[in-house]
């Protein structure tokens, strides 16, 4: 079973920031957050991961509680494009690294003009 | 970079026929995963390579569904004989540091 909960669906305005939540209340200290997305008739896409500190890249930013039991994922400024289910991940990186990834339902984020 | 690459995109088959899916991981990457996506189901991992050797199939359906990687740069899924309920979308992904790329898929319809 996926070890992520997230809201099945939301709508956000193109050009504002879509803030998509994630709760992962039974993370354990080792594994680590990641956040992929899947466009229609595509493959999953990286977007970002991270630990404990928030981390930002070209992409998206991804905010993780004190605690680590929610993360928040920030597209910061939406466009028609970013359209996908979005899914929230924990993963360890122990194991030689090779551990797969574990999908949930996701989030269908869809962007309104 | 091209990526992870599989072939074919796109096939249609009759059920009892031999499918042979097939993925080129990117060049380094020492692991490799299939995954099969259906609205049911939805993204289920069927077994991953580490350094070519398969390390955990506990995900693979049944005994008609075989995988194989003779070599670093190259994967094969077998299914023999197919059946209409294989239909569904293919992944393969493979293992760069710590991050896992996905190639765009095959589209798999058993009739």
């Known amino acids: 079973d996926a070890k992520t909960t997230q809201p099945p669906s939301m709508d956000c305005a193109e050009g504002r920031a879509a803030n998509l939540p994630c709760n992962h209340s039974?993370?354990?200290?080792?594994?680590?957050v990641y956040w992929y997305r899947q466009i229609h008739s595509q493959g999953p896409q990286y977007i970002i991961h991270?630990?404990?500190n928030n981390e930002t890249n070209e992409m998206a930013s991804l905010i993780i509680t004190e605690d680590r039991k929610s993360s928040t994922l920030i597209l910061p400024h939406a466009t028609l494009r970013d359209t996908a289910v979005y899914y929230c991940?924990?993963?360890?990186?122990?194991?030689?690294?090779?551990?797969?990834?574990?999908f949930g339902k996701g989030t269908h984020l869809i962007i309104q003009p | 970079d091209a990526g992870v690459i599989q072939s074919p995109r796109h096939e249609v088959t009759e059920m009892g026929q031999e499918v042979t899916l097939r993925c080129k991981p990117i060049?380094?990457?020492?692991?490799l995963f299939w995954y099969r996506q259906t609205m049911m189901r939805g993204l289920e991992l069927l077994i991953y390579?580490?350094?070519?050797?398969?390390?955990?199939d506990s995900g693979m359906p049944e005994d008609r569904f075989s995988a194989k990687m003779p070599n670093a740069s190259f994967s094969t899924l077998k299914i023999q004989p197919s059946e209409p309920r294989d239909s569904a979308v293919y992944f393969c992904?493979?293992?760069?540091?710590?991050?896992?790329?996905f190639g765009e898929g095959s589209w798999l319809t058993v009739v």
């Open positions: 991940i924990v993963r360890s990186h122990s194991g030689g690294g090779a551990d797969g990834l574990t």
């Open positions: 039974t993370i354990s200290g080792n594994e680590y």
């Open positions: 991270g630990l404990k």
């Open positions: 060049s380094g990457h020492n692991s």
């Open positions: 390579f580490n350094n070519n050797v398969p390390i955990d």
């Open positions: 992904a493979s293992l760069g540091g710590n991050t896992i790329y």
